[in-house]
């Protein structure tokens, strides 16, 4: 496998479905005078592949729709074929009548343990009499040799995380300057504070020898005035850090650092100062070894 080559372009498994949308109507009683209220169920994407490792979770948008002539309130349940997860089990919501319909949607992620086996499973939505069904593809974890990048999809960690962003935000292969803050990248959540740390554990020991850091770095804001000024790389061994390279007065993007070959649990960036004074932000963490 190329060095890096996973964390460079975005998993193909994540988007394979992205414009398929399952959509189920069935007609329910009314709950007020006049007729009949129908609501539509759907969910985008229509069916999910799902790649099992901690920053990996993928994501339904769940739809309920009401295109009957009065308003009502409607709950939908979600249930996931054991061993997958869900983020929420219930979606309550006021479903405004038709003229135009207006969806009311909820994004509903899916995980699995690493050591799911491969295959299909379902993730059902039901409101009332009508459902919904979504597979879910588990698929094969790609295999990390020598270069790869180690971090890609593991578990990350930060001293604290922006709302507008997610701690896996960093580890998660897309180095997209253009989508910082709305898919991608970590933004600490503690302005003009710091150090700051944001790091990765590893699924089991490993020696490494390189991390690459990048930090913000596009058009409108340039890693010289937004990105990582100063920063350790530290190692997790036996349960102690040590720092195995320092970074001072960066203005790159980009900051490749190589230092002895040493075992390492986790890995993490503990961050002095931002070329802003104001935040930590990283657009992607990347570790390899032997």
Same mark, same amino acid.
Request: hydrophobic share 35%.
């Given at each position: 496998?190329?060095?890096?080559?996973?964390?460079?372009?975005? @998993?193909?498994?994540?988007?394979?479905?992205?414009?398929? !949308?399952?959509?189920?109507?069935?007609?329910?009683?009314?709950?007020? #005078?006049?007729?009949?209220?129908?609501?539509?169920?759907?969910?985008?994407?229509?069916?999910?592949?799902?790649?099992?490792? @901690?920053?990996?979770?993928?994501?339904?948008?769940?739809?309920?729709?009401?295109?009957?002539?009065?308003?009502?309130?409607?709950?939908?349940?979600?249930?996931?074929?054991?061993?997958?997860?869900?983020?929420?089990?219930?979606?309550?919501?006021?479903?405004?009548?038709?003229?135009?319909?207006?969806? !009311?949607?909820?994004?509903?992620?899916?995980?699995? $343990?690493?050591?799911? @086996?491969?295959?299909?499973?379902?993730?059902?939505?039901?409101?009332?009499?009508?459902?919904?069904?979504?597979? !879910?593809?588990?698929?094969?974890? @790609?295999?990390?040799?020598?270069?790869?990048?180690?971090?890609?999809?593991?578990?990350?960690?930060?001293?604290?995380?922006?709302?507008?962003?997610?701690?896996?935000?960093?580890?998660?292969?897309?180095?997209?300057?253009?989508?910082?803050?709305?898919?991608?990248?970590?933004? $600490?959540?503690?302005? #003009?504070?710091?150090?700051?740390?944001?790091?990765?554990?590893?699924?089991?020991?490993?020696?490494?020898?390189?991390?690459?850091?990048?930090?913000?770095?596009?058009?409108?804001?340039?890693?010289?005035?937004?990105?990582?000024?100063?920063?350790?790389?530290?190692?997790?061994?036996?349960?102690?850090?040590?720092?195995?390279?320092?970074?001072?007065?960066?203005?790159?993007?980009?900051?490749?650092?190589?230092?002895?070959?040493?075992? #390492?649990?986790?890995?993490?960036?503990?961050?002095?100062?931002?070329?802003?004074?104001?935040?930590?932000? !990283?657009?992607?963490?990347?570790?390899?070894?032997?």
């Amino acid at each position: 496998m190329p060095k890096r080559r996973i964390a460079r372009t975005a @998993p193909p498994f994540l988007v394979l479905c992205a414009t398929v !949308v399952a959509t189920l109507a069935v007609s329910a009683p009314a709950n007020g #005078a006049g007729g009949r209220t129908e609501i539509t169920l759907s969910a985008e994407p229509g069916e999910l592949d799902l790649i099992p490792l @901690p920053c990996f979770p993928s994501t339904i948008q769940a739809t309920m729709t009401n295109t009957g002539p009065e308003p009502r309130f409607a709950d939908m349940t979600l249930t996931a074929e054991e061993p997958l997860s869900l983020s929420r089990d219930i979606f309550s919501s006021y479903l405004p009548a038709t003229n135009p319909d207006q969806p !009311v949607s909820a994004t509903v992620e899916v995980r699995a $343990d690493r050591d799911t @086996p491969p295959g299909t499973y379902d993730v059902l939505l039901e409101q009332g009499r009508q459902r919904l069904s979504v597979p !879910v593809h588990v698929r094969q974890i @790609p295999p990390k040799g020598p270069g790869d990048n180690l971090a890609w999809g593991e578990e990350a960690f930060a001293s604290s995380t922006h709302g507008n962003f997610s701690v896996c935000g960093g580890v998660d292969g897309n180095t997209n300057q253009a989508q910082w803050d709305t898919h991608t990248g970590w933004n $600490d959540g503690t302005p #003009a504070v710091f150090p700051d740390t944001y790091g990765v554990r590893l699924p089991e020991e490993r020696h490494v020898d390189e991390v690459e850091t990048l930090t913000l770095d596009s058009a409108s804001y340039p890693a010289s005035r937004f990105g990582l000024r100063d920063w350790d790389v530290q190692v997790l061994d036996d349960g102690q850090w040590q720092t195995v390279a320092e970074v001072r007065g960066n203005t790159s993007g980009l900051v490749t650092t190589r230092f002895e070959p040493t075992t #390492a649990e986790a890995v993490r960036l503990l961050i002095h100062n931002s070329n802003d004074a104001r935040y930590s932000r !990283v657009m992607e963490l990347e570790v390899s070894g032997g």
